[in-house]
């Protein structure tokens, strides 16, 4: 018996994880001529990244509930360059308005991360000098990644999911989408525990 098709999506700047709005904004509709398949999960509409979208319910249901704890993988801009001290706070959890953060996996890259550029350019200060983190989470509340990178005093300038759990964008554009291959399929299901 074949398994659902599972998608990997780059979700564009300005995009709602949704294939109808009322208010007539960019939909996923523009860019996947799909039916009966659906987002596993969200991502805001001024974020970028990794959207995986799929037909199979128990599939969408392990990578959305907070139980599983799979992997998510952020490439961040943050205003200013945060020090050792900073990050060390993300990696141990940072106390939100609906509790503590689960431990993050961040790190400060040297060089900024390929990516294209975003239609609607990032704010940039001439006095004010911004950085890339590479940030993992394994829970997914709203706006999360800025509302961490806030806390700490380093607000989040542009956000691109890289990666849920083994799928990455790699190989993709923005607005691109490509039919995961069997192998690729059965990895995500182990990543949350499905056989």
Known sequence: MS???????????GVLTQFTDP???????AYIPL??????????MDSEGLLLLTADGALSHRLTDPRYAHPRTYLVQVERIPDEATLQRLREGIRLSDGFTRPAQVERLLTPPDLPERPVPVRYRKTVPDCWLKLTIT???NRQVRRMTAAVGHPTLRLV??????ITLDG???GEWQALNDAEV???RRSVRLR
């Open 161 to 166: 999911r890289w990666a849920i759990g083994p």
């Open 186 to 188: 059965e990895r995500l």
């Open 172 to 174: 993709l554009r923005p």
């Open 23 to 29: 208010g007539g904004r960019p939909t996923l509709a």
């Open 139 to 141: 829970e997914g509340r």
């Open 3 to 13: 398994r659902p098709l599972v998608i990997r999506f780059w979700k564009p700047y």
């Open 35 to 44: 039916k009966d398949i659906y987002a596993a999960g969200r991502l805001d």
